[in-house]
């Protein structure tokens, strides 16, 4: 491939999507014999749904089995919000709903009629960043980029976990107030892998935010 | 993942007279489970029921000085509940040990009950396991069973069950409430709800056909020392390879449950008389009758020295 004379110019989001046809061709006569033999699949099932992506009404029609991750990044071209291991196991697909931070993999786009929802594109904005979004910058908290969004989804729910007086594993008291500091917040975090290993500088962006730390 | 339909119910008697009349019917709560198991064609129900929006998201005192906690009540919710903290701190303990922040904002407390083992063979559809494909075969006996259970074990099945909470509801003597589709109700005490897998390792609880889970009651507090201490590989958000759910008494009497080593949270009342006389003869009774591999054989000197830890401890504390 002819990558610098100019000609071909890829993102990496094209180059994905091209792979995934290559895929898709190289299946299809799998799945040709087996709709010869066995009964045919199921046709999918449509529903609809609406909730509010930051501050915005959305109305969908999607199939019964769209998560939520899905809903966001394939139906409404929110591809701010990661897809990692879509087990819920590397946090990079967290969202904020209804207040809470959760993994948008495991959980469908159906059972969230009514409610509100905020991605990485509702916090903040290129030109006018969230808080957590620049203590992430100047505190150097990422390497390839990948888990950020989730990272930071996670970092500002965590904060007000905290501050609504949610206790965590290391909380020594069950009865006192859970206080932000660096294990309290690297117990917190643990849903959010980073394969970079930025964890101490996201740590400090997070300290830096909350300002426990100068 | 297969294609299913789904609706929303709206009172717990509909949902599981629904859950009965429709074929392959499963409810769905806070899906971090069986959503995980249905994009992996393990679970594959082909008709979903929302429970989401039933109002059973609420801690309530009961007539007896107990509490009754609904099953929709997150696990986030549960831990942080102010009588729960005070009163059944193991309970706390427990669901802060367990998953990550993101997971217990959508666990359920009836679903954190009814969530399946995490055997590595249980998950990978290339290999035989009788409780994914009854009559299979076992793929952990004679596999890699570092993490599997040593003590209730059959033929058929080592896994273990791997929620922290149910343990601490061991220990606490909850009851699980339940609805059935003909609209009567039954309290079906925490020991008895969980079954070992004996030839059947599919069938991990005693809930029949349609029962929907209401609520978890749990009697007037125990007082005592409350301690949950989880060993696992690492830190945090990972299953437990042992844990130990205590609660100690000033006289020393107390109760414990295991986590980590068989089907079920494990607890034999017996044993506990042998408390007094320490962690090794408790551990003794305790795990009496265990079957061990060579990979998890460990299992037993780390539960006598994890349990030796939480008696220092709550000796500590007292």
Known sequence: ?214 | MKAFTYERATSPADAAAAALRVPGARFIAGATNLLDLMKLEIETPAHLIDVNGLALDKIEATDDGGLRIGALVRNTDLAADERIRRDYAILSRALLAGASGQLRNRATTAGNLLQRTRCPYFYDTNQPCNKRLPGSGCAAIGGVSRQHAIVGTSEACIATHPSDMAVALRVLDAAVQTIRPDGTTRSIPIADFHRLPGNTPQIETVLTPGELITAVTLPKPAGGMQIYRKVRDRASYAFALVSVGAIIQPDGSGRIALGGVAHKPWRVEAAEVSLARGAKAFTAAVLDGARTTSQNAFKRVLVERTIAAVLVDAEDKA
């Open chain 1, 1 to 214: 491939m002819h990558e610098n004379d100019g000609t071909f110019t890829f993102t990496r989001r094209e180059i994905l999507k091209a792979g995934a046809t290559c895929a898709a061709v190289a299946v299809a006569p799998g799945v040709a014999a087996k709709s010869a033999g066995a009964a045919a699949p199921k046709p999918p099932v449509m529903a609809k749904v609406s909730f509010t992506v930051n501050g915005t009404r959305r109305e969908l029609d999607v199939d019964t089995r769209t998560t939520l991750l899905d809903a966001l990044r394939e139906n409404l071209k929110l591809t701010g919000t990661k897809k990692g291991c879509d087990h819920g196991q590397c946090g990079a697909c967290t969202v904020i709903a209804g207040g809470r931070r959760i993994n948008s993999c495991l959980t469908l786009a159906v059972m969230h009629e009514g409610d509100r929802i905020t991605t990485i594109e509702g916090l903040g904005t290129p030109q006018q960043l969230h808080p957590m979004q620049a203590a992430f910058v100047k505190h150097d908290g990422y390497q390839c980029g990948y888990c950020t969004p989730g990272q930071v989804c996670s970092a500002v729910a965590v904060l007000e976990e905290i501050k609504a007086g949610i206790p965590s594993h290391v909380s020594a008291d069950l009865s006192a107030r859970p206080q932000v500091n660096e294990s309290e917040l690297r117990e917190r975090m643990s849903g959010n892998l980073c394969r970079c290993g930025a964890y101490s500088n996201i740590v400090e962006a997070i300290l830096d935010v909350d300002g426990s730390r100068a």
